[in-house]
């Protein structure tokens, strides 16, 4: 009798995390907190070659990020080879840096589809939360995204220093002609985590934005579809978190290593694999960094005895791991977890927070909130 386990299926969604590089430094990155220390980045060829791996072994989606992906002179170069090869290709761009003339060229190149990201409604707000003048840029770069024929998908990153602006930030999106925007509460990952005293937002604050979207959305129809994405800590029940450990999702970062997902490289005890050393069959199949949480026999309880375990995969792993310490932790968001009260306390303690503007991501030691800011090119 054979009893040898049916071979997982190969990644889906294939993330090019291009470069760390970023104009703009937004205090809600989920981008690691030491990415200065990796500085190295990826070839042109080697990208390419994990492409065509990743796509061999079934990924379909191919999504290009960062940091800020613009600021690799060959991403045209790249898209147009994901195209070639089979890809739906997706940009996920702040859009600094995106002048005419590569707007063509991604156009050229095959590009399905890129996201820009605003920071909030108006200037003063938008530059402040990213650190750099970008606003008037972004109107521009929005406009000529919408002339080259991409449907407009606009980003919003919402928290305590933004939900207000509810109104304004969809007013914002009805003037752009944006078809879909995305409005996604803040997830306490990377430089998020370290702001989150000044970016959890309080259940007013939030019960208020959630009321205007309906709102907005009974008004719109179908011209703008509203996407509101409820943060993790005001939840009962965790999120599938990468619709499971290496299940679906492969992000390889500038420097070439492979991890299940974008905030993995800060747990303890993981040596991720690298596609400079390793082919990406290996990394998916065989590397410790994807098997050791696929699956659910890696569960304690109260996951393992739990009937949603095929749902929710036992939540978020670098979530579990940052809030109590052991990756193997139910995710704490889950009510049944015994390490659920910190949350609670989490988003209790913000309740009783005064306004701050947080700690931005770049890394100067004297970094202030309000220090000057710098131009995008
Ligand atoms: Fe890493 Fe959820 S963000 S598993």
Redesign the pocket.
């Known amino acids: 009798m054979n009893t040898a386990q049916p071979r997982p299926a190969g990644p889906l969604w294939l993330l090019a995390e291009l470069t760390y590089r970023c104009p703009l430094h937004c205090v809600f990155c989920y981008n690691p907190v030491d990415y200065t220390r990796e500085q190295t980045e990826l070839s042109t060829e080697a990208w390419k070659d994990t492409l065509k791996q990743a796509r061999a072994l079934g990924a379909v989606q191919l999504g290009f990020s960062g940091g800020e992906p613009l600021l690799r002179d060959d991403l045209e170069e790249l898209v147009a080879y994901g195209h070639s090869l089979g890809y739906y290709t997706n940009l996920i761009t702040s859009g600094i840096g995106l002048k005419p003339a590569r707007l063509e060229a991604l156009k050229q190149a095959g590009l399905d589809h890129i996201q820009v990201s605003f920071q909030d409604a108006t200037q003063a707000a938008n530059d402040a939360l990213s650190d750099t003048k970008t606003f008037a840029k972004k109107l521009e770069i929005v406009q000529a995204v919408k002339a080259a024929g991409w449907p407009m998908v606009l980003n919003v990153v919402l928290h305590r220093l933004n939900l207000d602006h509810i109104d304004a930030i969809i007013e914002l999106a009805e003037k752009l002609g944006v078809e879909y925007l995305e409005l996604a509460n803040t997830q306490y ?1 990377g430089w998020a985590y370290q702001n989150k005293a000044a970016l959890i937002p309080t259940h007013e604050q939030l019960r208020h934005a959630e009321e205007r979207v309906q709102v907005w959305r009974d008004k719109l129809g179908n011209a703008m579809k509203l996407l509101f994405v409820v943060p993790d800590y005001f939840e009962k029940t965790p999120k599938p ?2 619709s499971g ?1 290496g299940n679906v999702f492969l992000s390889i970062s500038p420097d070439g290593t492979a991890l299940p ?1 974008q ?2 490289r800060m747990l303890p005890g993981f040596d991720f694999p690298n596609v400079k050393t390793h082919s990406v069959e290996h990394i998916w199949y065989e590397s410790d960094g994807f098997t050791r949480y696929r699956g659910d026999t890696w569960m304690k309880d109260p996951c393992r005895t739990c009937p949603d375990k095929s749902k929710d995969y036992g939540g ?4 579990a791991y940052l809030i109590t310490g052991d990756a193997t932790q139910a995710d704490p968001v889950c009510h049944k977890s015994p390490h659920h009260e910190k949350v609670v306390q989490f988003v209790e303690q913000a309740q009783h927070m005064s306004p701050n503007a947080g700690i931005y991501r770049v890394q100067k030691a004297a970094q202030q909130p309000g220090a000057a800011m710098t131009e995008a090119p």
């Open positions: 990952y978190c990468m450990w997902c905030a993995a978020c792993r670098c979530q």
